[in-house]
Antibody, heavy 122, light 108 residues
Framework: VHLEESGGGLVTPGGSLRLYCGAS????????MSWVRQAPGRGPEWVGR??????????DYAAPVKGRFSISRDDSKDTLYLEMNSLKTEDTALYYC??????????????WGQGTLVTVSS | SYVLTQPPSVSVAPGETARVTCGGS??????VHWYQQRPGQAPLLVIY???DRPSGVPKRFSGSNSGNTATLTITRVEAGDEADYYC???????????FGGGTKLTVL
């Protein structure tokens, strides 16, 4: 499994950015996928997830990003997206794309990309 | 919201056994997952469902979970095991992921 993120960069507060994650080596259309971020010197923080279309294709978001961030997928391109709006300085982090595992009782991150850096600064 | 508590650091000599704890209210009722993060690298899943190992993870890595504490145990510790270790659960009440604060394992 190979996950490759792109789209990171420097953006001013209040701005927008779109991240991409290309996937290979897995049946992407069946995969539940997440974005996890890690601020400098901090631990990982889950951003949100999207289920496979066969499982409804719905999304869930962590409280700090709900209403500002949006996760989507294009199964025809094996690509995951993260649309980030109204960015704040505290959104500065390395953003990882993950392919997930679990069941109705639990959830975990099976595979990780190498991350793309987002810096929010004036 | 659910909180996971890890010691900031654990130190162990090569060849010894390292134990990294993860505390949470009735965590024994949850499934705990563990990640290893070496400097400059992405996290790597090393234990899932309390004590299952993904393919490629050495048998030296094991997990346990009971009561209010989950534990990652690494036997015959090697220099290459030096890393940050994070526990993680799924909070079924909020349907959100929760990570512990991480433990830095130092191999003396």
């Amino acid at each position: 499994v190979h996950l490759e993120e792109s789209g990171g960069g420097l953006v001013t507060p209040g701005g927008s950015l779109r991240l991409y994650c290309g996937a290979s080596g897995l049946n992407f259309s069946d995969a539940w996928m997440s974005w996890v971020r890690q601020a400098p010197g901090r631990g990982p923080e889950w951003v949100g997830r999207i289920k496979s279309k066969s499982d409804g294709g719905t999304t869930d978001y962590a409280a700090p990003v709900k209403g500002r961030f949006s996760i989507s997928r294009d199964d025809s391109k094996d690509t995951l997206y993260l649309e980030m709006n109204s960015l704040k300085t505290e959104d500065t982090a390395l953003y990882y794309c993950t392919a997930d595992g679990g069941d109705y009782t639990t959830y975990y991150f099976d595979y990780w990309g190498q991350g793309t850096l987002v810096t929010v600064s004036s | 919201s659910y909180v996971l508590t890890q010691p900031p650091s654990v130190s162990v000599a090569p060849g010894e056994t390292a134990r990294v704890t993860c505390g949470g209210s009735n965590i024994g009722d949850k499934r705990v997952h563990w990640y290893q993060q070496r400097p400059g690298q992405a996290p790597l899943l090393v234990i899932y469902y309390n004590n299952d190992r993904p393919s490629g993870v050495p048998k030296r890595f094991s997990g346990s979970n009971s009561g209010n504490t989950a534990t990652l145990t690494i036997t015959r510790v090697e220099a290459g095991d030096e890393a940050d270790y994070y526990c993680q659960v799924w909070d079924t009440v909020t349907t959100h992921v929760v990570f512990g604060g991480g433990t830095k394992l130092t191999v003396l």
